[in-house]
């Protein structure tokens, strides 16, 4: 075995991380639910999340079975909800396609929505010992640094050498039986000793090899994303008030929050009254404006101004993607975060 896989597996067994609770299991579908809720989330984030969801959907047919909605719903607070829409879809397809088995190999897993080549890489390793490297953001950054490579990891040729890295440094002696512990050594000595801010290299077992800690370089590794600012976007969320009831319209998906419940929005430049008037069939008066309230998506910036107006004459429909409800019950729903946060503060500023 090599020495790097050898090295990292012995830490591994002593330092690292045992007791969360997709560890202990080679069951796939458990694994692949943790992986994907892990994207972009911290662990301790995760853990009520998923412990949620494994307890409403125990294996793909329940998820398969589930609306969307009721997945969303379960999903709301996390964020990036395309993670949740994905996997609902795989699960439908994993039905259909496979009666419910779920794929054997890396490259089969990696054809399923919302899955990567790492994520892929990372649930075969863990449910069937395949050997196959991983790179997700902590393990590139622990690249980075130990091979001392410069240029931004998001980048072609710098993510292409990191592959033919990490595919190098795998276990090659048994390494179907020391893949999980191998794979699992990367995350966790990426998440809890090569951090992003202050590394204990003083602790790492790969220091000895290191060269951004030998170069002095463990401060500028992971070269940084070339920085364009962001653009951002004013928009207005409509909070239409029917004796103690609030409209929540359903977003279409594919789309931003595509799928989950949320306050009518409207342009910035059109007068609430008038908006909801002609676009919406419904007579209002204004009561008052909210504090704007800032939301950062991966490629744009949002600010919103939610406005409180009061309904008048309306007649009070339900279709399939409107309902009239309480705020109590609209917080039940997959509801994106700043619309929690909006509803949240109409409730503790008594405007409402
Ligand atoms: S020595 Fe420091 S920089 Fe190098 S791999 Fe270990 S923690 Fe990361």
Redesign the pocket.
């Known amino acids: 075995m090599s020495t790097f896989a050898n090295t990292l597996i012995e830490w591994q067994k002593q330092h690292g991380r045992h007791s969360l609770p997709w560890q202990g299991t080679n069951d796939p579908y458990a694994i692949w639910v943790a992986e994907v809720m892990l994207q972009q989330t911290q662990v301790m984030t995760v853990i009520p999340y998923y412990q949620r969801f494994l307890e409403a959907f125990p294996d793909i047919e329940c998820l398969a079975e589930a609306s969307l909605n009721t997945v969303l719903t379960l999903w709301s607070g996390l964020g990036y909800y395309s993670r949740g829409r994905n996997l609902h879809k795989a699960a439908c397809l994993i039905m259909e396609r496979s009666q419910g088995r779920f794929p054997q190999h890396a490259a089969e897993i990696a054809q399923l929505p919302g899955i990567g080549r790492s994520t892929a890489a990372a649930i075969a390793a863990f449910a069937y010992g395949e050997r196959c490297a991983i790179l997700d953001g902590n393990v590139k950054r ?1 690249f980075t ?2 091979f001392g490579i410069t240029g931004y990891p998001g980048e072609k040729k710098t993510e292409a050498l990191l592959w033919q890295k990490a595919e190098g440094l795998l276990p090659q002696e048994n390494a179907q039986q020391q893949m999980a512990t191998y794979t699992q050594a990367l995350m966790d000595l990426g998440a809890i ?2 951090t992003r801010h202050q ?3 003083l602790n ?1 077992p ?2 000895p090899d ?1 060269i ?2 030998a170069e002095n370089r ?1 401060a500028s590794l992971p070269t940084s994303k070339p920085r364009k600012p962001l653009p951002s976007k004013e928009t207005t969320f409509l909070i239409l008030r029917n004796q103690d009831e609030i409209l929540l319209e359903q977003r279409s998906s594919p789309g931003i929050w595509g799928g989950l419940w949320c306050l009518p929005e409207k342009p910035i430049d059109i007068n609430s009254q008038t908006y909801c008037k002609q676009c919406m069939g419904i007579e209002s008066v204004t009561i008052s404006s909210l504090p704007p309230l800032n939301h950062t998506f991966t490629h744009f910036k949002l600010r919103i101004h939610p406005q409180l107006l009061q309904v008048i004459n309306y007649p009070r429909k339900k279709t399939a993607t409107k309902i009239w409800l309480t705020i109590d019950r609209a917080l039940q729903l997959a509801i994106p975060v700043p619309v929690r946060k909006i509803l949240l503060e109409l409730t503790s500023s008594n405007r409402f």
């Open positions: 622990v640094r130990y000793v090569c590394p204990k290299c790492c790969l220091q290191c951004a800690f463990v």
